[in-house]
């Protein structure tokens, strides 16, 4: 049917169409287009608008746009040594990274060293830093051979080797072709842990030197769960703040943004205060007795976990870490209080411990005083040393939780700062949930768990998500508090890249970090705005 | 379709409810509605009514007092349990879901299988005439079609007991008038039983069985429409409902339930005693704007006043003239624009007066 | 501290405006904290009595990052910067710094010329070396009765157990670590410039590798200490006797296996004032400000002619400074220099490893 149509109708409606005229356009009072008149009305207040904003988008234009494009760029740009070395450079841009180096290589780099040493710039370090990048160890090979070069003689290979045998490592001449190339995948490549070698080929990193992979998937580990905490801890705050009355709802607000207001710098500091080992939680613990109910429920579980499922037990213990010794049970709080005043106090400790009745006496305790008694206070201070080291208690603080410098304390701390970048877009949405919602769910058969799960939740979600993306965005970045309170394994990328950025100057590698990591963030908004969509998002 | 006293299907007995603890909101509240009956609370805010609503949906517990349904105590019964259908003011319609995916709810937390769900949400659907509009989201609708969709979904579960709070109050006059007949229908051929809560005397008259008036936590007369236009109890009802003029006055003597008032500018008229105590007692008359006779035939009507007209406001159907009566300045006349009948003038001088059984003696309050 | 000092120079620069300009002003970086205290005391201080000059004392944290930045940038606000050895070669090498003029150092006070009177490698093309530091271990007496007494104690978690506090760095790490496994000072970066050498090193670290609290800023480990958060810990030599002289804590420093390096005064290339900066670095070099210093903070001279002007610590006359010293004879038994070419040479690379293994 429709094969028939065309066939009949399309050279007769191209002829309407043709004949058509073209109706007159809309004249303006004063005789003007009406289009053109329209437009030239709406260009004032559009040009006034626009100037409006222009201050703002030439600010972001200058202070954070053409910097990020910058910045990206220098991930892959680094001419350092092409721009010194310019002779070099292209005797090795010829060259296949494999075969013997020639003579001509070896003149063109002895023409440069010596140029670079008479620059007034002193390049030389520059230069010699690029390579040594990417090999170990070359950057004194550079700077003691630029200091002979202007005496070497042809032919430069048998002096260059003469200089430095490493010059005859065909390593270091890959090394070179590698540094020399200002177009470069090899700091994107190693931000992957990658290797861009001198065949323009991309192989993985050597094993012991593999950490930044690592590093993404725990930034993102750690960014997903204090996103997941922030969302079960805010909820039903901002739930409380959106139906409470005014006035308890303005304090819990309150109670919201103080710690808002009050330096990142502080709240950390603070929580190391906290969580340490002789901070106050430990403390509190430690009086209260909650520290060796906990340890004593730790021991009682795994010696039922592993009584129960000796092989799961396992399982479970070496992946979350358990530091669980059986042995401790032996030695369970007091053996080891006795023990260590013997350490700590020597004599004085095992004199009292005489004093005490047998029957009072730890098994410790026991040995202690029988080896006191037959040889003195050095053995039994030995004893004592033994008595703990056997027994796998680490003794000193071993008995506190370690709730910082570790992963633990940066998801805690972050946790906590973040808090209100949720509960405030959650709050803002569960505002404007009525509660006649709730009430018609309930009036129409809903429990309050149906009437809050299939009605209240479902209209939260846009605040969920601002909250999620902005709490997640922000944490996938975070700096400061890992860097205090992260200890070894709690360390995000954003440290590496201060890391690279203060420390070791390699600005083009912490772009090219940089550059993963937005590529990461601009991923999951776009992962968001797939699943939830970025017009459902509502910040207020 | 009165209430049967003996079994009455909700009653409230001697209902109080108190927020804070200091001041009674309702005040020992007695009501019973028979099955099928459609029953308006009326006042104005803050008279009670609401607050007596939302005890029977469950949503306020009472303070003191008891509650049933269908005989049945539903005191400690939670509002899911209830089984009773309820429109909201605002509509409640959950936006995140479909028009036929809200109807779906109550049924679907109720079990039912997803056949007799489906056939069940469109026959509310086509009760309601929006058959067409189970895909639509709830922004998509209009006022009116919002207003349907939340009266199909508080009636698809076949609860026996509907209640609606203020359900027009959003929607523009003709479109609230039209929904008036529409419910009315409604509950007319499913017969079921419908507490309405209202502040609008005319939606209340137009289709209650019959309206609870409230005031002061208080309900101040319960009876069908006409009763209470007609008949009014108390100065407070008389005014509530529909146009009143009033005349204040002191009870000389009363014989045969009429009671002679002698007027504050000592002018005398009779009136049905309906509310005074007795003779000396103050009182204030209720006269009816269309029940006043301008130049009335002196002979059938014992005592006449003189109305000073003060203003005429032309409304086709009638001419509404407003004059001075026995001191009071506001006192309102419904003059019919009928054949032959006698043009007024402004402050031309004519006679007032009623026929007895039209002026009642209310309390002086 | 860092606000506070900008705050007093230019509350100073503002009331002395024009005779203040007349003078010029200066802006010295260096690391904060006591030991930039003792620099205020020994060379700012007397610098300003002697020509009315402004200085502007600034914290930084080492490293190249805001040099190079400035340098770099054209904008160089820093005249005169306080560098690790490693840096000052590495600046100089990259162009970040000013090349010197060393013949402008007078000679010592008994009259000893300068090149013979520093100590042997601490002049360099770029920068002179102020001070001689040390990287130290120190624990606290009243936890510990019986204390350590040699690198090997800080590995070995049997006699002593407990946390370790460890620079989040490779450096010095490396080295102590390998002292500790056995290897004598003087091979320690031969060892360490082998693969076997490096995997050796982080071997050992590996056994006390769960009890590491890890420290970046000098200021941490004499806190780690007094909270209790560690038994022992590495730490500069200077903030921990400056925690036990001044502020009275129980700490004792064991010398053993020490890692000494050098502080140095470096000019960064294009800094406003480089005459003053000059003058300032051949003011603060001299031999009785060298050892003013000394009896503020215990780093020690890197002129071998203060030594005998060095008496004791400035509050309490019963402190002498001499045996604090990382250069004391008793101190320097197993003491190695921090080799800044091997450190060039192959930081990037540790680096990464250290950093990897960090993250194992």
Redesign the interface.
Known sequence: MAVTEVGTDAPGGEARKAKQPKPAPLLAADGTPLRKKLRQALMLSRMRAFALVAPLLLFILIAFVIPIFAFMVQGFYDNEYAKFMPRSTEALADWDGESEPTEEMYAAMVADLVAARDHP??????V??RV??EL?????LF?STARKAARMEAPFKDAMIKADKDWADIETWQAVKVASTAWTPAYYAASLDFKYTATGDIVRQSE????HV??FL?TLEIAFTVTVLTILLGYPVAWLMANLPLRTSNLLLILVLLPFWTSILVRTTAWIAML???GVLNDVADWSGINSMIVWAELRFAELGDMLWPSVWQEIANRFDVNLAYDRLALASLCANDVNQVL???QGALDGLAQRAAADLTDCATEMLAIYNANGVEAAVAKA?EL??DAGF?????ERFSMI?NKTGTLIAMTHILLPFMVLPLYSVMKTI?P??L??????????W??FW??YF??SVPGIGAGALLVFILAIGYYITP?LVG???G?MISN?ID?H??????WPLAAAMGGVLLIFVLFFYWLYDRIVGIDNMKLG | MQASDGNPFVAFERVQKSYDGETLVVKDLNLSIGKGEFLTMLGPSGSGKTTCLMML???ETATHGEIRLAGKPINSV?????????V???Y?L???MTVAENLA??LQ??KMPKADIEAKVAKALGMVQMGAFGGRRPAQLSGGQQQRIALA??LV?DPELV?MDEPLGALDKQLREHMQYEIKHIHESLGVTVVYVTHDQSEALTMSDRIAVFNDGVIQQLAPPADLYERPENAFVAQFIGENNKLSGKVEEITDGVAEVVLDDGERVSALAVNVEGPGSRTLLSVRPERVVINPDEARIAHTLDGHVRELIYLGDHIRCRMAVAGNDEFIVKVPNAAGQKHLAVDSHVRVGWETEDCRALDAA | MKLKHILIGAVSAATLSSAALAEGQLTVVSWGGAYTKSQVEAYHKPFIAETGVQIISEDY?G???EV?AQVEAGNVTWDIVDVELSDAV?G????LFEPLDLSMLPAGADGTPAEEDFIEGTLHECAVANIVWSTIFAYDTT?L?EGPTTIEDFFD???F???RGMR?SPKANLEMALIADGVDPAEVYDVL?TEEGIARAFAKLDTIKD????W?AGAQPPQLLA???V?MTTAYNGRVFNAFAAEGKPFKIVWDGQIWDLDLWAIPKGAPNAELAKQFLVFSTETEQLAAQASWISYGPARKSSAALVSHYTDRPDLPMAEHMPTAPENFTRALQNDF?FW??????????F?????Q
């Open positions: 710039d002193r390049p030389i370090g520059r010699a830093t040594n990048r170990s160890g070359t950057r004194s700077t012991d030197r593999r950490i690592t590093l725990r340490q080992g002789q700590n106090q020597g040393r703990k080291a680490a003794g000193y603080g071993d410098y009525k006649s919602y009430r018609a769910a309930k009036s129409l058969g809903a429990t309050n149906v009437a299939r009605v479902p209209q860097a200890g070894q394994d360390q590496f890391f950025m203060r420390r070791s100057l390699n | 949906a469950g949503f939670p509002p899911h349990k209830r089984g009773i259908g309820m909201f003011q605002n409640a959950f936006p995140h709810f109550p937390v109720r979904r508080a579960f209640l | 944290n490293g190249l990052a190079k590495r100089c090498d990259e162009g936890v009765a978690l049997e006699k157990p407990g946390k989040k410039a009890q590491i609290v890890w970046e909270d209790g958060e038994v070419e060039a040479d192959r930081q990037d690379e540790l680096n990464e490893v950093n990897a293994w960090l993250a």
